[in-house]
């Protein structure tokens, strides 16, 4: 069973730099897949990236694509997405995912989840 913890959301400025980490625990080595999703209020939850363990692929959304960057620390066990020139419509849950796959923009083929994170961008 992996379990997946998020933290380093917050409230931030327009314009201003975050950077989310998702450590993960328990099967690890069954992971090939780990990816960002996030869910604004009265939204469906959106892909934002993704990272592929085998060669450290990245795929991102085109709404993120040149802010926000994915990677992860494969000796800590933690995948982080460094976030910046933040928009008010970034604001949002944040979720980390885990899947036992290759990499998907749609939620449902990942097998666990994080608790989510929040990030709040004002204008």
């Known amino acids: 069973q992996v379990q997946l913890v998020e933290s380093g959301g917050g409230l931030v400025q327009a314009g201003d730099s975050l950077r989310l980490s998702c450590a993960a625990s328990?099967?690890?080595?069954?992971?090939?897949?780990m990816a960002w999703f996030r869910r604004a209020p009265g939204k469906e939850r959106e892909f934002v990236a993704a990272?592929?363990?085998?060669?450290?692929?990245?795929y991102y959304d085109d709404s993120v694509k040149g802010r926000f960057t994915a990677s992860r620390d494969s000796a800590k066990n933690t995948v982080y997405l460094e976030m910046n020139k933040l928009r008010p419509e970034d604001t949002a849950t944040y979720y980390c995912?885990?899947?036992?796959?290759?990499?998907?923009?749609?939620?449902?083929?990942?097998?666990?989840w994080g608790q989510g994170t929040q990030v709040t961008v004002a204008s």
């Open positions: 995912a885990a899947l036992m796959g290759g990499p998907s923009p749609i939620p449902n083929p990942y097998d666990y």
């Open positions: 328990g099967g690890t080595s069954r992971i090939y897949t």
């Open positions: 990272i592929r363990y085998s060669n450290d692929q990245t």
